[in-house]
C-alpha cells in the first residue's frame, strides 16, 4: 500500500474525534484565531486560569485540525502547542488527539519511525483515557485504525491486523457499521497487495455487507472497486468489469465530490478492458492460425495420399511391363486395367474423367494411354479404339 493511500484510509477512520471537530471548526477563519492564540505568550499561560487553558488547548488543536487537510507544518506546531498544556495536566483525550496528529504529520512525511513513536503515545494514552465507555472506545478504535495503517505501510501486516481486529470489535459493539466497512476494504488492499486472493475476497464482501447494513452507497461502491481490482488481479477480467461499472454507477453521481475515487476506478476499469482487448485479440489470431494448420494438415494429407496412389499405380504399371515382356504372344496382351481403361475411351471419357472414376493419378492415365497406342502401333485415340475393335477387344 502506498503513503498516500495509507492516509487517505486514516482520514476515512477517523470519523469520531476527528470529524465532529472539524465540522465545528470549518466555518472558523483560521488566521483570526491564528491571531486570538498569538496573544497568548508564555507568562500569559503561565498565569491563565484552568478554564482559559481548556479553551486555549481546544483553540490549538482547531488550528491543528484545520491545516491538517493540508499537512501544513503549522499543523505539528499547534499540535505541539496543544500538547504543552494537556500533558502537564494529565487531559489524556486531548493528549491523544495532539499525539495522533503530529504522528499524521510525520507518517506523510514518509519519517514512518517518527509517526510510530508518536503515534505509540497516542496509544498509550488511549489506555490512560478516563471517559464515558463510549468515548474512549471510540477514541481508541480511531486509533486503532491509524496506527494499524501504518504497521501496514511499514510492511508489519501481522501487527498491522491485529490493531485492525481490535478496531472491528469496537465497531461491531456499537455497530459502527460505515466504519467497519472502512475497515475491511483497506484489509482487502491490503491481502490484494500480499497476493493473497482468498483473504481479500473475504474482507470486500464484508466491506460490502457493512456497507449495505450502513446504507452508504459511498462504501459499497469501494467495496465494489475492490472486488473488481480482485478479480483483475487474478485475470478473470470479465467479472472485474461487471464490478467496476457497479461502482462507476454511484461515482459518475457523485464526481464533484469523489473525483479521486472515481479515477482509480476509471483506470482499473481501463487496465481490465484492455487485458480483456489483448485476451480476444489473441483467442482471434490462435483460431485463425489453428484454421490455416487444419488447412495446412488436409492438404498435406491430400497430397501425401495422392503420392502414394501414385506410387502404387507406377509399380502395378511396372509389374505389367515385366510380364508383358516374359510373354511370347504374338498378339498385344492386354491387363484388366487397359482394359477398363479402353472401354472408357471408347465411350468418349477424357483422361482426367478415367482418373476420377478407376480413382488413378492421371499422369498414370496418360502412362496407359500411350502404352497402349505402342502396342497396337497407332497414333491416337480414335485409331486406337477402331484397332481394339476390329480384333474384337472391344
Not at 160 to 169: D, H, N, P, Q, T
Request: charged residues 25%; aromatic residues 10%; glycine residues 6%.
Amino acid at each position: 500500500m502506498s503513503v498516500k493511500k495509507g492516509f487517505i484510509i486514516i482520514c476515512l477512520l477517523a470519523c469520531g474525534l476527528r470529524a465532529q471537530a472539524y465540522n465545528d471548526h470549518r466555518g472558523h477563519n483560521l488566521d483570526s484565531l491564528e491571531r486570538e492564540v498569538a496573544k497568548w505568550t508564555p507568562d500569559a499561560i503561565e498565569k491563565a486560569s484552568e478554564e482559559e487553558l481548556v479553551k486555549l488547548n481546544a483553540a490549538y488543536r482547531e488550528l491543528m485540525l484545520g491545516y491538517s487537510n493540508i499537512i501544513s507544518p503549522k499543523c505539528e506546531f499547534y499540535a505541539r502547542k496543544a500538547l504543552s498544556i494537556s500533558q502537564t495536566r494529565g487531559w489524556e483525550y486531548e493528549n491523544l488527539d495532539a499525539l495522533r496528529h503530529i504522528g499524521q504529520c510525520f507518517w506523510a512525511s514518509e519519517e514512518l519511525d517518527s509517526a510510530a513513536y508518536y503515534y505509540n503515545q497516542a496509544l498509550e494514552a488511549a489506555e490512560r483515557l478516563v471517559a464515558d465507555p463510549k468515548t474512549v472506545d471510540d477514541a481508541r478504535s480511531v486509533l486503532y485504525g491509524t496506527v494499524g495503517n501504518l504497521y501496514n505501510t511499514m510492511g508489519n501486516i501481522p501487527e498491522a491486523m491485529r490493531l485492525y481486529a481490535k478496531a472491528g470489535e469496537i465497531f461491531d459493539k456499537y455497530g459502527w457499521n460505515s466504519s467497519n466497512a472502512v475497515l475491511y476494504y483497506n484489509i482487502g488492499e491490503t491481502w490484494t497487495d500480499e497476493g493473497d486472493f482468498n483473504k481479500a475476497l473475504d474482507a470486500y464482501q464484508k466491506s460490502l455487507s457493512y456497507a449495505q447494513a450502513a446504507n452508504d452507497s459511498l462504501w459499497m461502491a469501494n467495496a465494489q472497486k475492490g472486488l473488481g481490482r480482485l478479480y483483475m488481479e487474478k485475470g478473470q477480467n470479465w467479472k472485474a468489469v461487471r464490478y467496476f461499472h457497479k461502482a462507476e454507477d454511484y461515482f459518475s453521481l457523485h464526481d464533484t465530490e469523489e473525483p479521486l475515487q472515481r479515477k482509480e476506478n476509471f483506470e482499473y476499469m481501463s487496465l481490465a478492458l484492455e487485458s480483456q482487448q489483448r485476451l480476444l485479440t489473441g483467442l482471434l489470431i490462435g483460431a485463425v492460425l489453428l484454421v490455416v494448420l487444419v488447412l495446412l494438415a488436409a492438404f498435406l494429407g491430400n497430397r501425401l495420399r495422392a503420392s502414394r496412389q501414385a506410387q502404387a499405380d507406377t509399380a502395378a504399371v511396372m509389374e505389367e511391363t515385366l510380364e508383358e515382356l516374359r510373354g511370347q504372344a504374338s498378339a498385344p496382351s492386354l491387363s484388366k486395367r487397359e482394359l477398363e481403361i479402353l472401354d472408357l475411351l471408347s465411350k468418349g471419357y477424357t483422361t482426367p474423367q478415367i482418373a476420377e472414376a478407376l480413382c488413378l493419378s492421371p499422369e498414370t492415365v496418360k502412362w496407359y494411354r500411350k502404352k497402349l497406342l505402342v502396342k497396337f502401333d497407332v497414333a491416337n485415340t480414335a485409331e486406337l479404339v477402331a484397332a481394339t475393335q476390329k480384333e474384337g477387344r472391344l
